[in-house]
């Protein structure tokens, strides 16, 4: 079983930062990649940030210029930046990954977080 903690989201100020921490843990043989989802209310889930093993990095067109994903492979752990946030990042964000439980396993979503809530208002 893999678990995904995240930490650090909160409460901000429309232009403010945020920084959002994601380690995995458990049953993990490796681990492809690591990814940032949010969802608003009555909304679907979506992309946010996704960081490769070989740290190549896909950002969704909204967040572009403004969040940063970074990660270290050997803790597990991935973060995202956030700054000059806007109303519309108001979500909550979701931790995920992407790889392998066991030697033979096939590659997958292998685990997501609880949730972290992002609220930016004045």
């Known amino acids: 079983q893999v678990q995904l903690v995240e930490s650090g989201g909160g409460l901000v100020q429309p232009g403010g930062s945020l920084r959002l921490s994601c380690a995995a843990s458990g049953s993990i043989f490796s681990i492809n990649a690591m990814g940032w989802y949010r969802q608003a209310p009555g909304k679907e889930r979506e992309l946010v940030a996704l960081?490769?093993?070989?740290?190549?990095?896909n950002y969704a067109d909204s967040v572009k210029g403004r969040f940063t994903i970074s990660r270290d492979n050997d803790k597990n752990t991935v973060w995202l930046q956030m700054n000059s946030l806007k109303a519309e990042d108001t979500a909550v964000y979701f931790c995920?990954?992407?790889?392998?439980?066991?030697?033979?396993?096939?590659?997958?979503?292998?685990?997501w977080g609880q949730g972290t809530q992002v609220t930016v208002s004045s």
């Open positions: 995920n990954a992407v790889g392998r439980r066991y030697y033979n396993d096939y590659v997958q979503h292998i685990g």
């Open positions: 960081i490769n093993s070989d740290g190549s990095r």
